[in-house]
């Protein structure tokens, strides 16, 4: 699956071209238009934390494509995994995933960092590309070794899971969230990429409901 991007940073949509029978996993609410003879196979998500419906985009003979716009505004980011190192996503920022790659529910880092708790990131690995969906403009973080960064989760679109992360309270006395990150600050030490968008779905929303 190759990824070709427009309309970034502010209305960002992504086009997926598909090889003759590639498939593709993207957010079905997220589709503006596919070439003509693309198969869709819309499924429920199997997350109960998950709202929406996925679908498996696949491409006939002669090769396709997939239009894809999320819901807020902001730019569309592609990452390509080596099928080496994985990342660590923020819970509804992806839009779409080669079926070459996979979301890794019990990956050993999310119980160092969430304990038994299900955390506001999940873990996707293999080979291929990926795509995001930020809110607001992305910003990338390029950690040296033995370099730190201190970022507000709300704030948070990805990291790699080569650099080192902690999960700690902002004060002791507020009230904290593992499932939201509500009340809580990431530490990352390098080596590594941090990506972050520069507005939260959460308050940009709220914005809009106050219009």
Request: charged fraction near 20%; include cysteine.
């Given at each position: 699956?190759?990824?070709?991007?427009?309309?970034?940073?502010?209305?960002?949509?992504?086009?997926?071209?598909?090889?003759?029978?590639e498939?593709?996993?993207?957010?079905?609410?997220?589709m503006?238009?596919?070439?003509f003879?693309v198969?869709?196979?819309?499924?429920?998500?199997?997350s109960?934390?998950s709202?929406?419906?996925?679908?498996?985009?696949?491409?006939?003979?002669?090769?396709?494509?997939?239009?894809?716009?999320?819901?807020?505004?902001?730019?569309?980011?592609?990452?390509?995994?080596?099928?080496?190192?994985?990342?660590?996503?923020?819970?509804?920022?992806?839009?779409?995933?080669?079926?070459?790659?996979?979301?890794?529910?019990?990956?050993?880092?999310?119980?160092?960092?969430?304990?038994?708790?299900?955390?506001?990131?999940?873990?996707?690995?293999?080979?291929?590309?990926?795509?995001?969906?930020?809110?607001?403009a992305?910003?990338?973080?390029?950690?040296?070794?033995?370099?730190?960064?201190?970022?507000?989760?709300?704030?948070?679109?990805?990291?790699?899971?080569?650099?080192?992360?902690?999960?700690?309270?902002?004060?002791q006395?507020?009230?904290?969230?593992?499932?939201?990150g509500?009340?809580?600050?990431?530490?990352?030490?390098?080596?590594?990429?941090?990506?972050?968008?520069?507005?939260?779905?959460?308050?940009?929303?709220a914005?809009?409901?106050?219009v």
């Amino acid at each position: 699956m190759q990824v070709r991007t427009r309309h970034t940073p502010a209305f960002g949509v992504a086009r997926l071209l598909l090889a003759p029978g590639e498939a593709a996993l993207a957010d079905f609410g997220a589709m503006i238009a596919t070439s003509f003879g693309v198969v869709i196979d819309v499924r429920a998500r199997t997350s109960s934390r998950s709202k929406g419906r996925d679908a498996v985009f696949t491409a006939p003979v002669e090769g396709g494509w997939v239009d894809l716009a999320p819901a807020l505004p902001g730019e569309v980011y592609t990452l390509e995994l080596d099928g080496v190192s994985g990342w660590c996503v923020a819970r509804g920022s992806r839009l779409a995933l080669a079926s070459t790659i996979r979301t890794d529910a019990s990956w050993a880092g999310f119980h160092q960092l969430f304990g038994a708790e299900h955390g506001f990131v999940e873990h996707i690995s293999g080979q291929g590309a990926m795509v995001l969906a930020g809110c607001g403009a992305v910003d990338v973080i390029n950690l040296e070794q033995n370099e730190f960064v201190t970022v507000d989760p709300r704030y948070l679109l990805a990291y790699a899971d080569t650099v080192q992360c902690r999960l700690r309270a902002v004060s002791q006395s507020g009230h904290q969230s593992v499932r939201t990150g509500e009340g809580l600050l990431l530490d990352f030490a390098g080596p590594g990429k941090v990506l972050t968008h520069t507005r939260t779905p959460a308050e940009l929303a709220a914005a809009l409901h106050r219009v």
